[in-house]
């Protein structure tokens, strides 16, 4: 059982909030409340040349849609705030002091084009240039580890820019754990000198990150697996300050739905689907990205999909409440590889929904949609379509075209069932039919199928001989619910009209 749970969703404001983003922060929720725990959100900005403006407020909104709301953050319950990194970023300069004066930081000076001097060196002889143990104090490099403190104070005071680097240890095999993949071991000597606080004022995310957790109180920090290159840093940030490290739990990938490579907006654009809880319009370019509330998916089967993404509950199980994923969540049973993202299970899942709503509650989204239409029709009508229909919808704005013909009499007519179905001798079989229909008291389904059955059976004719025309007439195609369910809705004059703009226009 854990205790005093903390977890943080610390998205970057760049852009919208892919999907697995959205999957980290559902994993970060589910764990918060199967514990009873906080889920905070932190805005980590601390890349201003990529900062979106309306970035922070997409992120919060898109949790709201997704019903997985944050406990802390800007603006709510500011116990450990604030919660925008650029709103403390003086706070990161005195940590950045600390591991000066301890020894577990240096000043750098080195400029860009010096560097890049180094790099290029080491390229023409086959080599990689890493900024660490094996240079850093040899006198090539210009940082505080090799310059008299009297040097270094004089170019600060200069105004010559530098950068704090991270003095990683040499010669030790770091022993790390992660509540999904179990022990990591990795050699210290392979690791860089990491940027830790920049020229511009501003940390990086490996110095933020790290403060931020520890203030915040952070136990457990569940993220992606591109974080996870960075975790030996983090983990040697926690020994250099003295501090507990959180729990580490690295997510798999969500992958293209071929299988290879990280699921991309070009690989929704390419094949028809969002990658982004909401819909997004880019303030520069002004383009507009789709997303899954504006396609018709249901909140609840959005997150249901998500969260079989690199979760399974041990069972057959998959349609889950959200209470009941908070109950069955296990980072135990978060898988190491990827998971392939399936754009039609992501439909099913919404269908599957579908079936679960009230279909007094699907009316209601149903209304707006025939308004738009121009159709004025009664509630309770609309809710007998709505009926007759959800079952072979998968989004509600699917019933438009499930059920035109409810509402409007057909003025074209399928060609091929057509062509099939309506024979020479078909006019005058339905000119029989309205004659049957018209006869007819009881209107009720079952009767009229009843009368109109005991009529094909007493013709000593197929049954797809008048079924199949009837249909055609009534709906325009071969599709839709119960044929006498149909007719039934739509009563016994507009059924005979029906019948007779078929035989004149077919």
């Not at 990683?168 to 790390?176: A, G, V």
């Not at 983990?235 to 798999?252: C, E, S």
């Not at 689907?273 to 959005?302: I, Q, W």
């Amino acid at each position: 059982m854990e205790s005093n749970v903390r977890v943080r969703f610390a998205p970057s404001p760049t852009g919208p909030l892919h999907i697995g983003g959205v999957r980290t922060a559902l994993y970060n929720y589910l764990f918060a409340k199967k514990y009873n725990g906080t889920f905070v959100l932190r805005i980590e900005d601390t890349d201003q040349t990529r900062y979106v403006a309306n970035a922070e407020q997409y992120i919060i909104d898109a949790l709201d849609w997704c019903n997985i709301p944050f406990d802390e953050g800007p603006g709510k319950n500011e116990k450990f705030g604030p919660y925008r990194q650029s709103e403390r970023k003086e706070l990161y300069k005195e940590y950045a002091d600390i591991l000066i004066k301890t020894g577990w930081a240096y000043y750098a000076f080195d400029t860009a084009e010096q560097l890049d001097g180094h790099r290029k060196g080491h390229e023409a002889e086959g080599k990689t240039f890493i900024y660490n143990w094996h240079n850093r104090e040899k006198g090539r490099l210009v940082n505080s580890l090799v310059l008299s403190d009297e040097e270094v104070q004089a170019k600060i005071s200069a105004g010559e820019n530098y950068v704090i680097r991270f003095k990683t240890p040499q010669d030790e095999i770091l022993q790390m754990e992660d509540e999904i993949r179990g022990n990591i071991k990795i050699d210290t000597n392979t690791l860089d000198d990491k940027i830790l606080f920049k020229g511009d004022g501003m940390p990086t995310y490996h110095l933020a990150n790290i403060v931020d957790d520890h203030l915040m109180e952070i136990s457990h920090v569940i993220r992606g697996e591109e974080w996870l290159p960075s975790m030996p840093l983090h983990v040697l940030l926690y020994r250099a300050f003295g501090w507990d490290a959180p729990k580490f739990a690295h997510l798999p990938l969500i992958l293209k739905p071929v299988g290879k490579g990280k699921l991309s907006k070009r690989d929704g654009d390419k094949l028809g689907f969002p990658v982004f809880p909401l819909e997004y319009t880019n303030e520069v370019s002004g383009d507009v990205s789709r997303g899954y509330k504006e396609d018709g998916y249901f909140a609840d089967a959005f997150i249901n999909m998500l969260s079989f993404l690199g979760w399974n509950p041990g069972t057959e199980q998959e349609i889950f409440s959200l209470e009941g994923l908070i109950e069955a969540f296990d980072l135990k049973r978060v898988s190491k590889s990827g998971a392939k993202f399936s754009p039609d299970k992501t439909k099913w899942f919404n269908q599957q929904y579908m079936q679960t709503k009230s279909d007094a509650a699907l009316t209601e989204l149903f209304l707006p949609i025939l308004l738009e239409k121009g159709i004025t029709t009664t509630k309770e009508y609309a809710l007998k379509v709505v009926t007759a229909i959800k079952e072979r919808a998968v989004f509600v704005n699917d019933f438009w075209d499930l059920s035109s013909f409810f509402f409007e009499t057909p003025t074209e007519y399928d060609a091929k069932a057509s062509k099939k179905n309506w024979k020479e001798g078909t006019p005058d079989l339905m000119n029989e039919l309205i004659n049957v229909i018209s006869s007819i008291e009881d209107f009720s389904s079952d009767n009229t199928e009843k009368e109109v059955k005991e009529w094909i059976s007493g013709k000593e004719i197929g049954f797809g001989k008048v079924m199949q025309p009837l249909r055609l007439s009534l709906v325009g195609k071969l599709a839709g619910p119960h044929l006498f369910d149909i007719i039934a809705m739509i009563g016994k004059e507009e059924t005979i009209k029906r019948l007779q703009n078929a035989i004149s226009k077919i």
